[in-house]
């Protein structure tokens, strides 16, 4: 199998790096080669996180390069604007249609871009979805990225039944039905 190339990106705290375990866990489990590299910028202070992850028959670098990214997992709006730049043309940006304000926005500095979503959707196929709405409804806003995972596992080479063996096998066993529910939710949209 070709390489395909997997981002994720977010502010710290939005559970990047779990999403990049899970997947990471299932592309093993089909017996892929696996790289993933992460990037924090100030990650604790509300800054951008970004995870790649690739996987196939060989992989030589774990970084995926601009305009490679089969799929762009964005956990919210200015992170997808902000990456975009990083899609294939035939790929498919996933975002979780959320505000969080950086700091200069928070500062007053500068103004949080609008109409994010309608402005990528010109240039590429972007498929929204209100992630935190939907974890909210099922008790724990906590779980919003392992919806959006299921949501972007559409678009990879897995069945749901994979997906669910790796969440049971990655999350913290008291979290692992509320997940389980998550990547349900995700993946039905």
């Known amino acids: 199998m070709q ?3 997997i981002m994720i990106v977010g502010v710290g705290g939005q559970g ?24 924090h910028g100030m990650a604790q202070r509300g800054g951008s996180v970004v995870t790649f992850v690739r996987y196939g028959d060989t ?13 762009l997992i964005a956990f919210e709006r200015l992170e997808a604007l902000r990456y975009a730049h990083f899609l294939k043309e035939d790929g498919v940006l996933i975002v979780n249609d959320q505000r969080i304000d950086p700091m200069p926005v ?5 103004e949080y871009p609008g109409n994010i ?9 972007v498929i929204a979805i209100d992630a935190m709405s939907e974890a909210k409804k099922l008790g724990n806003p906590k779980v919003f990225n392992v919806i959006v995972l299921g949501l972007a596992a559409k678009h990879m080479d897995f069945t749901e039944e994979e997906w669910l063996k790796v969440i049971e096998d990655t999350v913290k066993p008291q979290f692992v039905e509320i997940n389980k529910k998550a ?7």
Do not use: C, H, W
């Open 3 to 5: 390489t395909k190339n």
């Open 16 to 39: 990047t790096l779990l999403t990049s375990r899970i997947l990471g866990g299932i592309m093993r489990q089909a017996g892929y080669e696996v790289k993933m590299s992460e990037v």
């Open 59 to 71: 992989v030589n670098e774990p970084i995926v390069e601009e305009g490679q990214a089969d799929v």
């Open 106 to 110: 928070v500062m007053g500095k500068a």
């Open 117 to 125: 979503i309608e402005d990528l959707s010109a240039k590429s196929r």
């Open 183 to 189: 990547f349900a939710v995700g993946f039905a949209s």
